[in-house]
């Protein structure tokens, strides 16, 4: 049970480091122009790095705690969020699009850890 809850922890810190880059990035490059030309690495290839990372230590955390306190709520959330990441990336030259769907498939993801540390600690 406590490896569940390290790994809901640290899913929960990468969402908040998610949406600080979706939200933060286009924010300071709206404020310095100059930063866009330096030829900083591919959004797309960041979001595919984190989306890779983010599927299997949700899928450990939610797993394991469906097992642990058989609430599917948070699995299914959790699904949800991955879904919205996935598609962030693959509508990504959509203007605003991108944006979007990360945002919110980053929230539901944090919900959905959030949600099952918390049934963890009541289990």
């Not at 049970?1 to 480091?17: C, K, P, V, Y």
Request: positive net charge.
């Amino acid at each position: 049970m406590q490896r569940a809850t390290l790994l809901d922890g640290a899913a929960i810190g990468a969402s908040l480091l998610c949406l600080i880059h979706c939200i933060g990035l286009p924010i300071l490059f709206a404020l310095l122009p100059a930063l866009a030309s330096i030829g900083l690495p591919s959004s797309e290839w960041l979001h595919l790095l984190l989306l890779l990372t983010a599927i299997p230590v949700s899928a450990l955390a939610l797993v394991g705690g469906w097992r642990a306190h058989g609430r599917i709520v948070p699995m299914l959330l959790g699904a949800l969020g991955l879904a919205g990441l996935a598609a962030g990336l693959a509508f990504n030259s959509v203007p605003g699009a991108e944006t979007a769907l990360t945002v919110a498939g980053s929230l539901a993801l944090a919900m959905a850890h959030i949600g099952n540390w918390q049934r963890l600690r009541t289990a």
